[in-house]
Each structure stands twice: as C-alpha cells, then as structure tokens.
C-alpha cells in the first residue's frame, strides 16, 4: 500500500501558533529513545537552533529568525524495527507509549524536509548507520534509507528539520530563554522524572542546559495529589518554579508525558493570578501537571487537543466531562496550595466589602460573599469589582425566579414535609428580602442625585445665566426620542407626576407629523406628549384613555407677551391639531378621532406678571399654596386639564413626595456609623461589658433628616 505523503500532510491540523510541535515530537521521540537503551547512563540531548543568515554570516544575532532545528540523542537509533515503524503511517509500535505513528507527519506541515542521520547496534552486534531524507518529493516521502556498516561505534542519532515554512516562522519564539521555557513546560513531566536525561538547547550564541536551570529553578518536593471523578483516576504534579521570567500560573493537561493542553490557573482559580509569595518572601509560579490514563486516551491525532466535552453529554451520568476534571482539579491546587492562597483571599476579601459599600444597590451581597468571593479575580479593579457585583446580583434574581416557581407549584400536603418546607421557604424569603432592600437603596439613590442635579440646573451656572429649557428637558426625558427609544430608568417623569411614568407611549421633542396613531401634517413640536391606554376599548372610541402634553419654559427668563409665545394658547394649539389628525387601530382602519379624549397640560415655566393674567383669562384658578395655576376647560374642541406651575414648586414637591424614602437613607447611614464607631471602640463582644450605659454619639445624619434625638443613647450590653 502506498502513503500519500502530500495529502497525509495536508490533513495534518496545526495552527501558526502550534509552529513548534515539530520540535517537541523529535524531543519526545529523543527521550523515548534514550529510555530505549538498556543498563546505560548519563544520556544526553542537543537541541541546535540555526537562524536566518548564519550561513553566509551577515547580519545574524541571537535574535534572527530560526529557520531550522536539529536535535540529536545517543538512544537507540533507527533500527530496523524503527525504521519499519517510520515507513508505516499510523504505525502501532509505540502506541503503549501514547504514539500515534503521525508525528512525523507534522515535521514536513512545519518545515520543507528532514535529514535523518542514525547509527545504531545492529542485532548482529555490528554498528550500522542509516543516512536518508524526509520529503514529499520522494515516493513514499523517503529517500534510500539502507544500513550501511558504520565506521563510528556510539550510538548517535541526528534529525534536523529544514527550512520552516513563511506561515509558520512569524510564530516562531526567538529568544533562546523562551524556546527554553516552552520546551521545558511541554515535557514537564519528564523533566520531573529522576532519571531524565541532560537536554542542551544552543545557537551558536548561548547554551543553555535546560534540565539544570529546570532543577536549579524549583525548590523543594514537587506537590503530589491523586483524586478521582465518577470512578476514573486523576494525578498532580505541581511544582514552584522561582526563576521564572513568566508570572502565569499554569495547568498543564498531560498525556503520555506530554503537554497537550495548557490553561491559566486562574481562570479556574480566580486568586491565582500572578506569581505568589513563600515564607520567605520569594516569589514563584506554580505550574502543574494532570496525568491519567483518560487523558492518554482521549487527545486528537496531533496531540495537540484534550478531545473530552466541556460537559457531560450522557443520560446515565457516568459520563466524565472536562469541566468536572477542571473543577476538581482547582479544588485539589486550592488545597495544595492553602497557604499561599489564604492571605490573597483575605485582602481580597476586605477590597469587596469595602467595595460593596460604595454601590447602595449591591449592599445585600455582604450576606452572599462566602458564595461568590472565589469568582472573582484577585486583582480585579473597581470597575470590575462593579461588573461581578452586577453578574452575581443577576444570578441572584434568577435564582429567586427560579425558586419561585418551585414554591408556587409545590403542594405540600405531608406534615412531615412541612417543617422543610418551611425552612427552605424562609431562606428564600430572606434573599427577596435583601435584593428588595437592594433595589430600593438604588431607587433612592438614583432619585437623590436626579433631584441634586435638577437643583443644580436651577441656578445660575458659572457664566452668570439659566440652563436653556432643553437643558431640564433633557433631564426628565431624552429629547428627540420615544418611549420605544428609552430605557425605563432613563426617564424621570416622576419628577412633574409619579403617575406620568406609567404610560402607553410617549413621543419628546417630535413633530406633529411623526407622532403615533395621528395623521397630522403639523411641523409644531410638543415639549412631551404622552398617550395612556385605557383599560377597556369600546368600538368608536378613541384608542386612548387620555393624552399629556408637556410644555417648558426656559428657567429664570419670565414669560413676556411681547417676545414669547403664550404657553396656554400653544398647548391649547397642540390639542386641537392632534384631533384634528385621523387616528387609525393596530389593523390600519380608521378610527373616530381624538374628539372625545381628554387631555392633560403642564406647563412649567418662572411666572411673571404676564403669565398670571393670561392664566387668569384662560379661567385657571391659584393653587392653594399660590405658587401655580391649574383649572378645566371644557370647551368641546379643548376638553382639558391644565396645570401651570414653577420649577421651584416642581422641585419642591418632588423632594417633598420623596422625603420619606431619603430619610430612610440617611438614618441607615448614621445608623451604619453609629455601629462602626461602637465596634471600633469596642472591637470584641466581652468589651461590650466596658461599654457605658450612656454613649454619645454625632447624629450628624439624623438631624439633616429632620429626625430629632436626645444627646446620647442607652446601650444595653
């Protein structure tokens, strides 16, 4: 049977970033073939970089391109039980030592051709030597590769693969030192065996002796730990690598003593990012290996894939997924690694509460911290810190979702069931209770700093002049947009009406012309209209219970007859274009028009003498408290509600609306100082006992929400 060298190659999968799996291959292959040899020691491997240039000797340096490699080992060479298995694709020789019979293969993905040069002991106890070419341009991809009698007598095998192809090499590492690093973490695991053999990686520049510095670089046992999942068995290998330029921690996904896959342990591990600190205040990186025989029997032909599902994909359950090998495997290195982890995961601990404070709505996750500390990265910033806080909240809610549910269809008719029942229904209520206070805490927050703002915008700005009415506009609705536009917590309608917030549809700074449900060629923009839904629809009514308009005047510039428009005729103006429009239904047929409708006004403005008698000839009437206007018109083609009133009483009565809620706010937080100030003074429950029966306290807090107290309080120990 003939090979198709070609096409074998070609259906070789590697990636640009995979350049360097040649070279791992022919290393592995050269520690395979060391252990090949019988009652011998003191093995050595050589692994010779050549960069661009070095032949001709212009321009090279140790940081040219590598265009070749050569690796050579005194191990048992090409036999002709070797040879036999290098002429058979997919050859089963070596499969008890994970061999595929393909790696080969991948020199020639990588690299134009390989020269394989090997003298070995014959059977007949002669040295021969073999001498031949790996390319596609010869027929079965080999050259002449007969033994001949060799004049040397030492074992000594030398396979350089030549000429790396233009889309592997921009890949290639040039630095000796991480060529080094990257062999080194690839065969890890030989590296930790007693009886490895000297591996030297030069270039003609440096030689470095990696099994030395791999030696010299970790201090102390390796850390060993064994565990199982659903019946298969796992080991670790772990070990502190102190010199190390690299600062990630790595788990290493082994098979057959090779490095298949590689993953940052703190993606598993969030508190393991970064290098950690020994007794003796130096630094390391941990990187560790997980061996099995599941492993070795579950990777891609090119050993460069874990080909086990991230979950389990069986109905019985037996099946063993990698993301419960990664989760037993960050609970084994969290215990190995206890000590070192334990302090990161107490200052990390301090940044979250300490964080959770500054963010009202994610106060309740205090309560939680046990259950998503881990989660989080130990280096995380504020505004990641922010970004977890919002996930685990969301995670929260669902689960509340979730559990609802449960208990709206659990029907617990077992007494003995009921006691559980209970508990469990207690548990949950005590999270909606928390994420209820959450809510809330933002609620108010959010409403504190809409009111602040609008105060702000009130005033005279640092020019010596009033904000423009879009400027307040804005503030209450985004202008130019609709309610289908606008996020529910973008609007801040409760600040003219609580009741405004809740609408059908609302249209902001839109002509006439592109409102919906009218057909009005009107190019007049309303400040706000707002459309209710009625509970019910009658045929021939009209499709919506009521209609708001809004209309602002800009702040501290009284209304003058002379220079503005009357704001109660132009409102007035609105309401009779919007019924002169045609109104059609969700169908498209029309509808009898808006003539039945009533309509809201308001209108917010400063007052001037003018504004008062034109509101007085419109028929309005003073409020009680004086500070605005309001009254009915119920001429047929108007049937309106009109409200005219100041920004200051709009302001005003919103804070007034929203009093109890802010001090509620304010009374926690002095609440929340009084107690830090108690158990700074009195950090242990047995000093509680010093505590005196009358301790004063700042209600700085208290008396800014009008709350009244006497100087000090009583504490009961």
Not at 587 to 602: D, K, S
Not at 644 to 651: A, D, G, W
Request: proline share 4%; hydrophobic share 35%.
């Amino acid at each position: 049977m003939q090979i198709d060298v070609a096409g074998r190659i070609k259906n070789i999968r590697l990636s640009s970033a995979q350049c360097l799996q040649p070279l791992y291959e022919l290393i592995v292959n050269s520690l395979q073939a060391v252990e090949g040899v019988q009652g011998e020691s003191a093995h050595s491997i050589h692994i010779k970089v050549q960069r661009a240039g070095e032949n001709t000797n212009e321009g090279v340096n140790d940081n040219a391109p590598i265009v070749s490699f050569s690796v050579t080992d005194d191990g048992i060479g090409f036999t002709d039980e070797n040879m036999r298995s290098f002429e058979t694709s997919d050859s089963t020789y070596k499969a008890s030592k994970g061999c595929k019979g393909i790696g080969r293969f991948s020199w020639l993905k990588v690299f134009e051709r390989a020269h394989i040069t090997s003298t070995f002991l014959h059977h007949d106890g002669s040295f021969k030597k073999r001498d031949f070419k790996f390319s596609p341009e010869f027929l079965d991809g080999i050259s002449d590769a007969t033994a001949t009698a060799s004049q040397s007598q030492k074992r000594q095998t030398h396979i350089r693969l030549e000429n790396i192809k233009k889309s592997f090499s921009k890949s290639c590492p040039r630095k000796l030192a991480a060529l080094g690093y990257r062999i080194t973490d690839h065969c890890l695991q030989y590296f930790l065996l007693p009886n490895c053999p000297s591996i030297h990686l030069s270039d003609g520049f440096s030689d470095i002796n990696l099994l030395a510095e791999f030696r010299q670089n970790v201090t102390g046992t390796a850390l060993t730990s064994s565990f199982e999942v659903k019946g298969k068995s796992f080991d670790i290998v772990g070990i502190k690598l102190f010199s190390s330029d690299q600062s990630t921690n790595e788990m290493h996904y082994c098979a057959n003593y090779r490095s298949v896959e590689v993953q940052k342990m703190s993606s598993i591990i969030p508190n393991l990012k970064g290098k950690l600190t020994d007794a003796d205040g130096r630094t390391f990186r941990f990187v560790a290996c997980v061996s099995s025989e599941y492993l070795d029997t579950n990777i891609n032909s090119e050993r460069t894939q874990v080909e086990i599902p991230e979950m389990p994909d069986d109905e019985d359950g037996t099946f063993v997924s990698m993301g419960e090998i990664r989760n037993a495997v960050a609970r084994e290195v969290t215990t190995m690694l206890g000590n070192y982890l334990e302090p990161i995961k107490q200052q990390k601990r301090e940044r979250i509460e300490k964080a959770l404070t500054l963010y009202p709505r994610y106060r309740p996750l205090k309560s939680y911290i046990d259950g998503f500390e881990d989660q989080i990265p130990a280096d995380a910033s504020e505004d990641k810190l922010e970004a977890e806080f919002h996930k685990v909240y969301h995670n929260l809610e669902v689960q509340v979702m979730d559990r609802a549910k449960h208990f709206l269809s659990e029907n617990v008719t077992n007494e003995s069931e009921i006691d559980e029942y209970e508990k469990k229904f207690e548990e949950f209520y005590s999270i909606v209770s928390d994420l209820g206070r959450s809510d809330l805490a933002q609620h108010i927050t959010h409403r504190k700093l809409i009111l602040d703002l609008l105060e702000k915008k009130l005033s005279l700005n640092d020019s010596g002049s009033y904000e423009k009415e879009r400027a307040i506009h804005k503030l209450i609705f985004p202008m130019g947009k609709t309610s289908e536009e606008v996020k529910h917590e973008q609007q801040n309608l409760w600040l003219l009406d609580e009741k405004l917030t809740y609408h059908d549809y609302l249209a902001s700074d839109k002509k006439m012309a592109d409102l919906e449900d009218i057909d009005s060629p009107s190019a007049d923009r309303p400040d706000i209209v707002i459309y209710n839904t009625p509970f019910a629809l009658a045929e021939g009514e009209s499709p919506h219970s009521s209609i708001t308009i809004v209309e602002f005047k800009r702040p501290g510039r009284p209304y003058l007859r002379e220079k503005t428009k009357n704001p109660i005729t132009q409102t007035f103006d609105y309401i009779r274009q919007i019924r002169a429009g045609k109104t059609k239904d969700y169908r498209g047929r029309q509808l009898i028009g808006h003539q039945n409708t009533p309509f809201y006004i308001y209108i917010v403005c400063d007052f001037s003498e003018d504004l008062i008698l034109d509101a007085q000839n419109a028929g309005l009437h003073k409020t009680p408290c004086g500070t605005g206007f309001f009254g009915y018109n119920p001429i047929p083609d108007l049937n309106c509600y009109v409200e005219v009133t100041s920004y200051n009483k709009m302001l005003a009565d919103a804070k007034k609306r929203n009093r109890v809620l802010f001090d509620k706010l304010i009374a926690i937080t002095a609440l929340k100082e009084v107690l830090e100030t108690l158990f700074v003074s009195y950090p242990s429950p047995r000093s509680f006992r010093n505590v005196p029966l009358n301790v004063s306290f700042p209600f700085r807090h208290f008396s800014q929400a009008g709350i009244s107290f006497q100087e000090s309080f009583y504490f009961r120990p």
